[in-house]
């Protein structure tokens, strides 16, 4: 008999690497392995992952060769930067007369601090002439007299043309130096900007670059032949080479792994995301079925590495409570794993007697208002943890579950203090900490201007249970905790598509401009190991910056799922009516493909236009798309432009902000095509000409158009 096939993700923390298998055609879990992080091993962190590769391998019974796709995040690059843990960078600026005056200004980029009294090891020498070989040689020879270890060109505008930053690349590799060019990092205007990014990520290069071939030696020897691909700090994963080039891309990447997770296994399409720690927990959105982006700042800076919008509160399942006149003053930052002390539910309770309430300076820094109990057992700490599990909001299944009487035990001293029951002081314990991650909670929602119908708060990290239930209570909001919340990174490595993102600035561009961009991104991820019919990609045009941006995204194989696994029609009615707030009998479905259904509900408004609802959902359940009102058209790949054409003519807008075209998805397949973000009919047309390519004629497309307001 056959091994089943398996989806290995592993995720490199500061303390432990984790491990999971993940059945290739049911995508569910099958196994998991911890071990400690590997920092001091002679091969470092990748000794770790292979140590925690082989257990897991064993204890599923698979051979390496059952490995279908294999991938692992890590902190090493942020661990690099946030401790100045980064290589001497020796910054080669290009030009004569006024671009000389710009590059030159670029040497105070040194400046840039790692850690606090700490700067960025960067020297400066310029080349007036790139294609003097001579005069280049001397500038390297020079930057590495000075401890330089990589180079980095730089020139203006080269992202139009890079020729110059080329000729010094090419000098200094003929010469054995490790360099890259700006325009090899970024494609975007901003010279300075460019540069910025370019040097961050030869700080981290070096190392980077060694950890990539002892990881990549180390799996090839343990017998896995599927390619290696390691996880980007937007969500998606990326090639072992390309992580060579760009290891900026991983900076950031742990809080990616685990939102990428809760897409793919809690099929959210609408909500918060929250990692809970032991100390901190990481907030990010999904919209539409997307994580949010943004440009990340990195040393102080921001940079034009697109990164997942997280937003990082100092409050987690450790976090201790602080008392002042009586009461409780606050919770956090300072966690029970940084004073040095066990949380006291999780202790005996004849360890418990006795109990009385002291106050303590965990730091030598810190206040001395941290709360702790003294008792027959020693001291304890009184935790987040302690509050949830004295409520009953951890499950008996969850990694911070904690015996009932012992979490009564350590809440009583407090509850006596506050002249209030257990329960009382728990939920004032609660309240403090959750008080903090609400206030980022809703202004994440207002500025992506979530729909409050839709929203739920999904919990992951192996201290969900002590933030998520309690703020879903006070939010009104539906709150679950995630399966296998304490390893939904790895399996978010596990589960992430291969992504690659390309930019242009592109004044006016027109539709051939456009659609180039789009297919170079889909020839990115497809070079990269995506399969072809799997691919997806979002383009973007900004009108305010010019900006031409595409997303691609796309699995390694063609995940087929077993069809016996996907819901019924009946099912699929239920969570769609759920979301539109009406009855499941009054549902129309509008289309059906081999992988989603659209339902849809006539809205009556008076005087007006009834408004059409849709919802579409994949044979999974997951809402891929939300629309309060739109048509849904069903045609074929034959007549879709010309459908398309009439019907985006009669939804484009007018107003002060110009001519706005619709937003636009098609359904191909198992594929959504996202149009939304081009609004020139022209340029929308020519997109969707490009989704079609390839498909034949009869294939059935749903076309569904919503007016912009």
């Known amino acids: ?148 270890q990589v180079l980095v060109a730089t020139e203006p505008f080269s992202v139009d043309s890079s020729d110059g930053e080329d000729e010094v690349l090419a000098v200094a590799r003929e010469n054995g130096v490790l360099a890259a060019g700006a325009h090899e990092i970024t494609s975007l205007y901003g010279l300075r900007k460019r540069t910025r990014t370019a040097v961050v990520n030869a700080a981290i290069l070096p190392k980077m670059l060694a950890t990539a071939d002892l990881v990549d030696s180390s799996i090839s020897k343990a017998g896995v032949t599927a390619p290696l691909m390691v996880m980007r700090c937007d969500g998606g994963v990326m090639s072992l080479d390309e992580m060579r080039r760009r290891p900026l891309l991983t900076v950031l990447s742990g809080p990616a792994a685990g939102v990428a997770g809760a897409l793919m296994q809690e099929r959210v399409s609408e909500g918060i995301f929250l990692e809970t720690g032991g100390t901190s927990t990481d907030i990010s959105v999904i919209h539409r079925g997307k994580v949010a982006i943004r440009y990340a700042t990195i040393l102080g800076e921001q940079t034009y590495l697109s990164a997942l919008d997280v937003r990082t509160v100092g409050i987690g399942g450790g976090s201790m409570v602080r008392l002042g006149a009586g009461a409780v003053t606050a919770v956090g930052p300072r966690s029970a794993h940084i004073a040095g002390l066990p949380y006291a539910c999780f202790a005996n309770p004849e360890d418990l007697q006795d109990a009385r309430i002291a106050t303590i300076r965990p730091m030598a820094d810190d206040p001395d208002d941290y709360a702790v109990i003294d008792s027959a057992g020693g001291r304890f700490a009184i935790t987040m943890t302690c509050a949830a599990n004295a409520l009953g909001l951890v499950p008996e299944t969850d990694f911070a579950h904690s015996d009932p009487t012992s979490a009564q035990l350590a809440l009583a001293p407090l509850a006596q203090l506050l002249g209030t029951d257990v329960a009382g002081a728990a939920r004032t314990v609660l309240d403090g900490g959750i008080g903090q991650v609400r206030a980022v909670v809703d202004r994440m929602v207002r500025d992506y201007r979530l729909d409050q119908d839709e929203i739920r708060l999904v919990g992951g990290g192996g201290g969900a249970a002590t933030v998520t239930p309690h703020l879903g209570q006070t939010m009104g909001l539906p709150q679950a905790i995630a399966d296998h919340n304490e390893v939904i990174s790895p399996i978010g490595v596990a589960l992430a598509l291969i992504r690659e993102q390309i930019e242009r600035i592109i004044p006016g561009a027109g539709p051939d401009q456009i659609l180039a961009v789009r ?7 497809l070079a990269e190991g995506a399969a072809p019919g799997a691919i997806e990609v979002d ?52 289309a059906h493909t081999v992988a989603h259904i659209v339902f849809g509900v006539e809205r009556p408004r008076r005087w007006r236009r009834p408004h059409h609802s849709v919802r579409v959902l994949d044979s999974d359940g997951v809402i891929r798309l939300v629309s309060a009102d739109a048509q849904v058209e069903v045609t074929n790949v034959a007549g879709t432009i010309e459908a398309l054409r009439g019907l985006v003519h009669a939804s484009t807008t007018y107003g002060d902000g110009g001519v706005r075209a619709p937003a636009v998805h098609l359904l191909l397949g198992t594929r959504v095509a996202d149009l939304t973000g081009v609004l020139d009919t022209e340029a929308l047309l020519a997109l969707a000409q490009g ?7 009869d294939a059935t497309v749903v076309a569904i158009v919503e007016p912009r307001s």
Do not use: C, W
Request: charged share 20%.
């Open 539 to 590: 383009v973007t045009v900004d009108a305010q910056t010019n900006t031409v941006r595409a997303v691609a995204t796309g699995a390694s194989e063609l995940r087929t799922r077993d069809r016996s696994q996907h819901l019924a029609e009946a099912e699929l009615r239920a969570i769609a009516a759920e979301s539109l707030r009406v009855d499941p009998d009054v549902l129309e479905v509008l």
């Open 1 to 148: 008999m056959t091994n089943p096939r398996i989806r290995v993700g592993i995720d490199v923390g500061g303390t432990f690497t984790d491990a999971v298998a993940i059945d290739a055609a049911t995508m569910q879990l099958v196994g998991q392995a911890k071990v400690p992080t590997s920092h001091q091993h002679v091969d470092g962190v990748a000794h770790g992952i292979v140590e925690a590769l082989e257990q897991l391998l064993d204890r599923v019974g698979a051979r390496p060769e059952d490995v279908a796709f294999l991938a692992h995040g890590t902190t090493q690059a942020t661990n690099a930067l946030l401790e100045g843990d980064v290589a001497a960078v020796g910054l080669i600026g290009i030009g004569s007369g006024p671009g000389a005056v710009m590059t030159r200004h670029l040497a105070s980029l040194r400046k840039l601090e790692t850690t606090p009294g700490r700067h960025l090891p960067l020297t400066y020498a310029h080349v007036a002439d790139p294609t003097d070989a001579v005069a280049v040689k001397a500038a390297i020879e020079q930057l590495q007299q000075e401890g330089a």
């Open 519 to 525: 297919n170079e991104a889909a020839q990115a991820v």
């Open 691 to 697: 989704e079609l390519s390839n498909l034949p004629g």
